[in-house]
């Protein structure tokens, strides 16, 4: 008998612990992602996390939206803990300095087989992925009709020289500037260089700021031109001051709706480009902290939230750029029919030659703040644009070193 109640004891023990070992498998995990100012689209958002969830029923998404203000910031606190989001949404400058301190999960290339090719080489950091791209912008050329056929000029620029060269004959024949180069705005100086195929020898770069400096000493760019923001920039084009106005085609809406008569008379192009030929473009991205509890899980919920047909409803609700190859060629951007339509098309179209892109170097920021310096002590012709030039390397070179 002793034998008998011994056996059932054991028999009991494993069918106790096979039933904690399925209920262990079986448990719920808690997959927690976080995206950027977000909020106005949770409708969108919740949808998507319910659809993944209903044929996921092991795994409960966390959502939460941040202030873009704050991303930066509670990102960094929290990949250095043990207890990360599983997926956050970064820009690709930050995603890169978390890449170089290690606390980022390396991204298996044929997970992304699906994405624009040339959008997966940019966000590589020493020929390695940590990032999944969301969604992008590619900026185009905004103009006024009515002030481009009064300046006289029969073609549209499609380069800076061109561009350049046309300023004095718009401004005589319109009071209007040709544009307003908001070139000590963020990378926006370093990226035009890019466009030239600068990117380390900025020695290199003295054609560029001599342009820049001639245009400014002769009063053809506005003196706004090293301290105004684009939203400045964007004032000064629905004021009628400037012709030319490069930015995203989410900017048609600000003019329609703040100026309908300059509206009215605006038409689009291809950004502006450099002699390398290729356009700058914007992107955000994924990354999935190395401490995440729950990585191949997160990397799943990413590749749904970030399919074709996500991404294209997404694109359908903000004028962003899909970064899906199947999206990218739905009908929704071969539109011409209308101003909005026009302009998401050409911007759409302009991802496909972002080669070569500009990467993002160890102390990026700093290295901006150089350039953007730089040029304007050029133009303020505080010393020759060689002596400023050969600083600047100097100058980089030392804080890359």
Not at 78 to 94: E, H, K, Q, R
Not at 194 to 218: C, H, R, S
Not at 306 to 328: D, F, R
């Amino acid at each position: 008998m002793k034998k008998i109640i011994t056996l059932f004891i054991i028999f009991l023990s494993v069918l106790t612990l096979t039933a904690c070992s399925i209920r262990e498998d079986a448990r719920t995990k808690e997959v927690t992602f976080w995206t950027l100012q977000m909020g106005d689209y949770a409708d969108y958002m919740y949808k998507i996390i319910r659809s993944y969830e209903k044929t996921h029923p092991n795994i409960q998404i966390k959502w939460i939206d941040v202030p873009f203000s704050e991303g930066e910031k509670r990102t960094l606190a929290s990949v250095m803990t043990d207890n990360p989001p599983d997926l956050i949404n970064l820009n690709p400058d930050f995603s890169a300095l978390l890449a170089q301190k290690g606390t980022l999960q390396e991204i298996d290339e044929e997970a992304v087989s699906d994405f624009n090719p040339e959008i997966i080489n940019a966000l590589k950091y020493n020929d390695k992925l940590y990032s999944i791209p969301w969604y992008a912008t590619s900026a185009i050329t905004i103009y006024n009709k009515e002030l481009f056929d009064k300046s006289g000029i029969i073609r549209l620029p499609k380069t800076y020289k061109e561009l350049g060269a046309i300023s004095e004959k718009v401004k005589n024949n319109t009071s209007a500037y040709a544009y307003l180069p908001t070139i000590t705005e963020n990378d926006t100086m370093v990226k035009i260089l890019n466009k030239y195929g600068i990117t380390d020898d900025y020695t290199q770069a003295e054609p560029v700021f001599e342009m820049y400096k001639n245009l400014y000493q002769k009063d053809l760019i506005p003196k706004e031109s090293i301290t105004f923001t684009l939203r400045e920039a964007l004032e000064q084009y629905m004021a009628g001051k400037i012709v030319f106005f490069q930015g995203g085609a989410n900017f048609l809406t600000m003019i329609k709706e703040n100026a309908p008569s300059i509206y009215e008379k605006t038409d689009v192009i291809e950004q502006i480009k450099g002699p390398v030929g290729q356009n700058d473009f914007s992107v955000m991205n994924f990354v999935i902290p190395v401490r995440a509890k729950h990585k191949k899980e997160a990397l799943d919920f990413c590749l749904y939230l970030t399919n074709a047909q996500n991404q294209l409803e997404l694109a359908k609700m903000t004028n962003v750029i899909a970064t899906n190859n199947e999206a990218l060629s739905d009908s929704f951007y071969n539109d011409y029919s209308t101003l909005e339509s026009k302009a998401r098309s050409i911007s759409a179209k302009q991802i496909s030659r972002i080669t070569p892109q500009l990467k993002q170097r160890r102390n990026q920021k700093e290295i901006n703040t150089l350039v953007n310096t730089a040029v304007q002590s050029a133009l303020l012709n505080k010393d020759s644009v060689e002596n400023i030039l050969k600083k600047l390397d100097k100058d980089i070179n030392d804080i890359v070193e």
